[in-house]
């Protein structure tokens, strides 16, 4: 066994498969933060005794505070009587097998237990990176790549499922590039194809009917700033080489001008689309693709996660003016459930659900006494419900595609995406 402080380094060392397991602890958080143990084999004991495999220093944990009992590519954790109690995915354990890479908090101290050759260079110390929570091993790789590669000016593809937290990060790209313009969001899927060059580019007062004046497009708006570019698989084909022109040279016209302007600003695109399969298909040019694809981040989903659901749940249930710490029978809800969703999912379920009370998917979450329900909230309820179970059974009925689903129901493609959205149903990569 061996004790080193690392934080930043890179720790690499090759697990025999035939020797006896191989685990790393990591303090992730607390006292001891960055002290780590590589342990083989059998059974260690982590406390503040000095004859612990992993010795810590901080007095909310216990003398002797829990045994981990390595089983190869699991951990049994067992509390040892502690005095503040050991936690795993927010909940008081005894005894709980957890796989590698899982996290347990031991007082104040948060845990990780690693597989011995997993590569430990670049996880942030952060649990919080302007407004976007995270303490799992994926979210604090994540932040530590945001941290780095915010202040540099490239372009940046966040790619990731709905509801990932993708816009999140781009905010925090930008709160942490130090430029003096502002970011500027730009959804490519929620304006008429139509339309779309004049509100990217601006347009001069009688470029077309209804220009009733020069309007500057987003671009310029994002001058010395950030452009954020949601959902660019949907940027039509024809708008995509006057666009890469413009992150090639900065120059551009606004609809009906002949005059060229200037702007200066760091692209963030993101999508929950496969760029690649877009490429084959024609719909989305490789020499865009490859300037958008400087550096591409991944944003993890939910269910990869897990280890964030009590931190989001209860930041929800705070913002919603509730302060609850969650039962362990609604974390393990919260926990056993896929969130196809993903963070924007978790949120809905965590608002319906103090809005609802016990009619609501998890009634654990619920207020105790049930809420009062005036005629315009109980309206809403109803209201919600019944989209919600309509939406569903038309996704149902289309075998997952929203475009039959939203044709069927005699509604526009994009009000109903904007439902799916609402109620965390948007189907996930290569849904239509
Ligand atoms: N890590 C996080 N911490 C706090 N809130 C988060 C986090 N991730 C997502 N959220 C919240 O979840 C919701 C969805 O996030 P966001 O819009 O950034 O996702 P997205 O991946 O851009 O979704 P889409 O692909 O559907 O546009 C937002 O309300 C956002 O504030």
Redesign the pocket.
């Known amino acids: 066994m061996s004790v080193s402080p690392p934080r930043t380094s890179p720790i690499t060392e090759k697990t025999d498969p035939d020797g006896p397991p191989r685990v790393r602890l990591l303090v992730l958080e607390g006292p001891d933060r960055g002290r780590s143990a590589l342990v083989e084999g059998g059974t260690v004991v982590v406390g503040t005794l000095p004859d612990c495999q992993l010795v810590l220093t901080d007095d909310t944990v216990s003398r002797q505070h829990v045994s981990l009992e390595l089983l190869g590519p699991r951990v049994r954790v067992r509390d040892l009587k502690s005095r503040n109690g050991t936690r795993y995915l927010g909940a008081r354990v005894e005894v709980v097998e957890v796989p590698l890479g899982a996290i347990v908090s031991l007082g104040k101290t948060r845990l990780a237990l690693l597989p011995a050759d997993a590569a430990l260079e670049r996880l942030s110390e952060q649990t919080e990176l302007a ?4 303490r799992s091993l994926a ?1 604090r790789r994540l932040f530590a790549e945001v941290e780095r590669v915010a202040p540099v000016d490239i372009s940046v593809l966040i790619q ?1 499922e ?7 990060i781009a905010r925090a790209l930008h709160a942490l590039s130090g430029k003096t313009g502002a970011l500027r969001a730009f959804d490519c899927g929620a304006v008429p194809a139509s339309l779309l060059p004049g509100v990217l580019f601006g347009h001069a007062r009688g470029a077309f009917t209804g220009a009733v004046a020069d309007t500057p497009g987003a671009i310029e708006a994002a001058h010395e700033g950030t452009l954020f570019l ?2 660019v698989a949907e940027l039509p084909l024809e708008v995509q080489p006057t666009f890469l022109r413009v992150l090639e040279t900065g120059r551009f016209c606004r609809l009906g001008e002949t005059r060229e302007r200037h702007v200066r600003f760091r692209l963030v695109a ?1 999508t ?1 689309r496969d760029l690649t399969a877009a490429m084959k298909k024609g719909t989305f040019r490789p020499d865009l693709y490859h300037r958008l694809a400087s550096l591409v981040l991944h ?1 993890p989903p939910l269910r990869e996660r897990l280890d ?1 659901i009590p931190l ?1 749940a209860e ?1 929800f249930a705070r913002s919603f003016g509730a302060s609850l710490p969650l039962s362990p029978a609604s974390l393990a809800t919260l926990t056993a459930y896929h969130w196809p969703g ?3 999912e978790l ?1 809905n379920a965590v608002e319906r659900t103090l809005t609802l009370g016990a009619n609501a998917a998890l009634p654990e979450l619920a207020p105790p006494d049930g809420a009062k329900e005036d005629f315009h909230a109980a309206r809403e309820r109803v209201l919600l419900v019944f989209e919600r179970s309509y939406l569903e059974a038309q996704l149902a009925r289309h075998r997952g595609s929203a475009s039959a689903a939203a044709r069927d129901a005699g509604l526009a493609r994009s009000y109903f995406y904007r439902l799916l ?1 609402t109620h965390g149903l ?1 189907p996930g990569r290569g849904g239509s």
């Open positions: 407004g976007l929570l995270g979210m990731g709905t509801g990932t937290g993708k816009e999140g949601d959902e993101a929950h944003a964030d989001l930041h993903n963070v924007r949120r959205k948007l």
